[in-house]
């Protein structure tokens, strides 16, 4: 699933909407950015793997 999270924190378009959630709900913003970095590893261990298995090829 992707929801434009490099543009979310490359601090293009999303983030304005992003900033006002801060604002006035902290605490699902900080939910939403734990969700975000869960997600982001995750997938960052997923491209370690096929990477490793490309350079076996």
């Known amino acids: 699933m992707c929801f434009g999270e490099l543009a979310f924190l490359n601090g293009l378009p999303r983030r304005a909407a992003f900033d006002d959630l801060r604002q006035h709900h902290p605490q699902t913003a900080i939910q939403l950015l734990l969700a975000l970095a869960n997600d ?3 997938k ?4 370690n793997v096929q990477l490793s298995l490309m350079e076996q090829l």
């Open 44 to 47: 960052l261990g997923r491209t």
């Open 40 to 42: 982001l590893g995750a």
